[in-house]
């Protein structure tokens, strides 16, 4: 009998000093902990390393994966391993749907020095890309087999070697902030 894997990336497999290149960014952190207000108590789906849990409150952290469960800090409360089986990415009306009766979705922003390693946070630092540390602490690179991986880091330094990927999105370089995918979904009594 096999039994499923929760989600759609092997993190055990894939996902690796996540805690080291996936920092708290205080930007992001503090619209999460004004998003919470005077809650007294949460549940992390996904928790990983708990980068964003607050300290002064209650949390159940929930996380599939052994690899992201041993990357928590000792001062967080060990997460839960079990699985929320939700698909990647769904959509965010239909997530603010479940959370209960009264819900908002607030864009956050990403700061063109965020020291959180996710995706968008190289917006205008794609030359972190050519780090397999930082790609290995990024699930979405689950997703593309090793050849894949390797054409596009070639492409990626032909193209800042060349200065062709600055003439195109040089801009993002100046740019301070990102709106792109992140989204806070708070759940209102």
Do not use: K
């Not at 052994?66 to 990647?88: F, I, K, S, T």
């Not at 749907?97 to 996710?118: A, H, K, L, Q």
């Amino acid at each position: 009998m096999t039994t499923a894997r929760a989600g759609d990336v092997d993190y055990d497999a894939h996902v690796h000093g996540y805690a080291v290149q996936r920092r708290t960014d205080p930007r992001i952190a503090a619209r999460v902990h004004a998003a919470i207000g005077e809650g007294r108590s949460l549940i992390n789906v996904g928790a990983g390393a708990g980068s964003y849990e607050p300290d002064d409150r209650y949390v159940v952290a929930v996380e599939p994966f052994a690899v992201m469960r041993a990357q928590r800090p000792a001062h967080r409360v060990p997460a839960l391993d079990a699985a929320a089986e939700r698909r990647r990415f769904p959509a965010v009306d239909w997530i603010a749907g479940r959370i209960g009766t009264t819900s908002r979705v607030e864009t956050v922003p990403v700061p063109n020095d965020c020291v959180d390693g996710f995706v968008e946070a190289y917006y205008a630092r794609p030359e972190h890309f050519l780090d397999p540390r930082v790609r290995a602490s990024q699930s979405a690179w689950g997703f593309v087999d090793d050849e894949v991986e390797r054409r596009a880091v070639e492409r990626l330094r032909a193209d800042l070697d060349s200065g062709a990927g600055d003439a195109r999105f040089g801009h993002l370089r100046g740019q301070p902030e990102f709106h792109g995918s992140l989204r806070l979904v708070v759940g209102l009594p």
